[in-house]
């Protein structure tokens, strides 16, 4: 079992910058691969970035590539998700997930695949 709490979110004018953390309990964090997905008002859960447990193999939504950036720390137990040049179309409610399967390659873009999630944090950008 994993439990998942993400901090960070809040209101930034367009073009700032946020920094989202979401730690995790459980001595096998080392072993997810972890993702990070937003939902938007009316919108359906989307798939924004995730990394790999073990290479640091990345994957981004192209709507967020080269401006966000994920990271992890195996010894805090913590996944990061870096937002800069945000948009409005950014904001919404941003969660992070856990992957158990320790399969070799990138990590899955696919939110079916991911066991568990935390209870999110929402992000507003203004414009």
């Known amino acids: 079992q994993v439990q998942l709490v993400e901090s960070g979110g809040g209101l930034v004018q367009a073009g700032g910058s946020l920094r989202l953390s979401c730690a995790a309990s459980?001595?096998?964090?080392?072993?997810?691969?972890m993702g990070w997905f937003r939902q938007a008002p009316v919108k359906e859960r989307e798939f924004v970035a995730a990394?790999?447990?073990?290479?640091?193999?990345?994957g981004y939504a192209d709507s967020v590539k080269g401006r966000f950036t994920i990271s992890r720390d195996n010894a805090k137990n913590t996944v990061y998700l870096q937002m800069n040049s945000l948009k409005p179309e950014d904001t919404a409610v941003y969660s992070c997930?856990?992957?158990?399967?320790?399969?070799?390659?990138?990590?899955?873009?696919?939110?079916?695949?991911?066991?568990?999630w935390g209870q999110g944090t929402q992000v507003t950008v203004s414009s």
């Open positions: 459980g001595r096998t964090f080392s072993r997810y691969n």
């Open positions: 997930a856990a992957d158990h399967r320790t399969v070799p390659g990138p990590p899955s873009k696919n939110l079916y695949q991911y066991d568990y």
């Open positions: 990394i790999s447990w073990i290479g640091g193999l990345t």
